[in-house]
């Protein structure tokens, strides 16, 4: 009870100087707070970049249903065609780039070669598809010695990668012609007949090879010796297409086929706004949660570091989803309420003790003002008492007359009413102790 009374008086005595500086105190504690979490902390940017591959491929068919999703948040994500994974990783590697996320294949960097880079999770697999026409069906691989074969364009993954298994078997570049064709421009001259054998790394939704595999006059290789290359190359996967899974009509491949598979991972730059890492996360689990060819539903995206760690939205996400917030409130306005809160915590920490401690300053306060004047009343007695006798008290009663009068225009709140009161009745005894001296002294 007593504490309300204290914060009504409290209230009361809002415009005294007191008050005044905590207010403008906790105003300036909040406004110099609100500064530095607004440079720690900025807002979402609202144009973001992805790195994809070449234009009409599947990684930049996939990053078109990333810029639908974020575009629902009010995020424009402009999608850059390159040449692949290798460029991808030049994009984002390279300060002056405005390229901030893109899709890398797992084993293609690490911490230590781009230590400004981190993982979202791994989001599909990727195979790498050896088609060949027909007519080298059970001649083996001799059989396309100097002839025309598609490895890929320059700076992609896919010529990195066939150039490594090729060495690691012995085989030099003389072996054939290598070509450096796109998985689209490799399918077209595959089935013109226009080169005799093509290898691409690309999903298996790619037109290019829903295209190869219906066709009769191309076969898929399977790869031999798969167990042998994960252990050499432990960034690879195994995975296996299924007969008659391209045309079942036609039995298309006419049998199970292993190939060896890329993981591909969506990549950012460390400096990337947590807030947008969660929108991409929560892209990704929409997109790629499904079933697949070669994995069950749930499986991706996946906690996998493919080389690069995993950043700390995305370890939260696998954990526990997207932050309460941004599940349950519009993007920017979850955005908003968190940066608020982010402020209010240290705001608070500063402001709940000094409003827990502020009755019992203020009580003191109170108190001192009109104990200082008890003490003013406590000396005057005491000189009264030594005072010698037959001394006119003339001094003693001007004394007491200002001690009244401080009494009479001190202004304190209700609660503390009656220590005035009881202040001003000691006043009043000790000047009826003076007129019975000034008597006596008349007397004499």
Known sequence: MKTKLILLDI?????????????????????GLWVVVAALRPLPPRTVTMATGPEGGAYYEVGKRYRELLARDGIELRLLPTAGTLE????????????????????????????GLESLGTIFY?????????????????????????????????????????????IDQSFARLLSLTPREAADQLLANGIDAALMITSWDSPAVQRLLADKNIELANWPRTDAYIALYPFLSKVVVPAGVGDLAKNRPPSDTVLLALKTGLVVRQDLHPAIQYLLLDAAEKIHSG???????????????????????????????????????????????GRLLVLLIPVAGVIYPLLRFMPALYDLQMQRRIFRLYGELRF??????????????????????????????????????????TLRMHITLVRERLKKLEGTTGMK
Do not use: C
């Open 11 to 31: 209230f009361r005595a809002f415009r005294s100087r007191h008050i005044i500086a905590f207010i403008s105190a906790a105003v300036l504690v909040a406004a």
């Open 88 to 115: 991808n990783m030049t994009q984002l590697r390279d300060p002056r780039s405005k390229v901030e996320v893109s899709f890398l294949h797992a084993g293609l960097t690490s911490q230590k070669e781009s230590p």
């Open 126 to 170: 990727e195979p790498l598809w050896f088609f060949y026409r027909s007519a080298y069906k059970g001649k083996g691989l001799e059989s396309l010695r100097g002839r025309k074969i598609s490895i890929g364009p320059e700076g992609s993954e896919t010529r990195a990668l066939t150039l490594a298994l090729l060495a690691r078997n012995g």
């Open 291 to 337: 079933p697949g060819i070669f994995h069950k539903a749930g499986h991706f995206p996946s906690a996998e570091a493919i080389g690069l760690p995993l950043s700390d939205e995305a370890r939260d996400f696998y954990k526990s989803g997207r932050p309460f917030l941004q599940r349950h409130l519009p993007f920017w306005l979850a955005v908003l309420i």
């Open 380 to 421: 005057l007695e005491k000189d009264l008492e030594s005072r010698p006798g037959g001394e006119s008290i003339d001094n003693m009663t001007a004394r007491l007359d200002r001690v009244e009068e401080k009494a009479n225009r001190l202004r304190v709140p209700v609660s503390y009413a009656n220590m005035l009161y």
